[in-house]
C-alpha cells in the first residue's frame, strides 16, 4: 500500500482552513506568520514559496523578512526580538540551514516559544521531552498524521527511527514513545544497521542519505515512512529508502515526492494556527526575563536597513 502524503496533507489543510475562517469570524483575526529568509540560497527560496504558497491557501496572511544579501548574528536577534514584540505576529518561520557564520541554535533560541511554528526552541522540544507537548515539530507530527490516517496500531510495536537530528529523528522518537511503542534510535555508528530495520513495525527513515535502506533490510509487513528527499545526479528525487524493493515486502510505504513532504508544510499551517489561537486566547508568554525581546508594550525593534529588502506584508489590503 502506498502512504499518500498529499491526501492527508490535503485533509489537515482543509482543516487548517476552517479553523482560520472560525477564527476570523469569531475575533476578526487571521493568523500572520512572518517568513524570515536569510541569504539568497535556491533551495531555500524554492522552500518559502512553496510554505508561502499554502498559507495562502488556507488564509493565513504572511509577512516577509528577506535579507538576501545577509545579516549578522547581531542583526538577525534583532529583527527576532521585533517579531517576538509584535503582537500582531503569531508565528515565525526562520528557514533553515542559515547561511554559514551564523549560529543557528542562538537564532532558534532566541524565538519566543509561543511563536515558534517549527517547534524547534528549546523550551518546545523540552516540553515535548517531558511529556506535556505545546508545538510539535512538523514533520515528525506529519510522520503521525499519516500512520494514524492509515490506521497503524502503534502501542506495543517496535519502532525503529534512523537518524538522530534535532529536526526529526529525535522529537519523532519521543512522539512514537508517548504512542506506546517500542522505540530504537540508529544513526551513523550504529553497527549492523539491517539488524534492527528488519525487526521494525515501524520503520522511520530520516538519514540523509539516498536509498540507503533496502528491501532486504525491511521486515515483511512493516509500516515504512520515508522523510529523505535526495536529488541524484539525474535530477531526479529519492528518498532514504529504496522504493521498488521496500514496497515489494512492506505493508506500506511513503513514496518521494509525494509522502511526507506535503505533510511537513501542511502540519506547519496548523501550528500557526494553533500559535495564533494561543496567543488570542490568552496562552504562553515569554519568561519574564526578556530574554525573547522587549515587553509586549514596547515598540518593535527595526529590522537593519541597507541589508536585503524591508519586511512587507502579503495579506491583501481586504480581507478575503
Sequence with gaps: MILDGKAVARKVLDQVHAGVARLRATRGVEPKLAVVLVGDDPASQVYVRNKKRSADSVGIVTQDFLYPQGLSQAELLTVLDGINADAGLHGVLLQLPLPKGL???????????????????????????????????????????VLDHYGAKLEGAEAVVVGRSRLVGKPLAQLLLARHATVTVCHTRTRDLAFHTRRADIL?????????????????????IDVGVNRLETGKLAGDVDFDSASAVAHAVTPVPGGIGPMTIALLMRNTLAAAERQLGGGLRPPPDGRHGPPAHARPASPPEGRGQSPRSNASDSTP
Design 103 to 145: 549560529d543557528e541554535d542562538a537564532a532558534v533560541a532566541r524565538i519566543a516559544p509561543e511563536k515558534d511554528v517549527d517547534g524547534l526552541t528549546p523550551t518546545n522540544l523540552g516540553r515535548l521531552l517531558a511529556g506535556k507537548p505545546s508545538t510539535v515539530p512538523c514533520t515528525p507530527a506529519g510522520c503521525l498524521e
Design 204 to 224: 522511520c527513515v530520516a538519514a540523509g542519505r539516498p536509498r540507503m535502506v533496502t528491501g532486504d533490510m525491511v521486515k515483511r509487513g512493516a509500516w515504512v
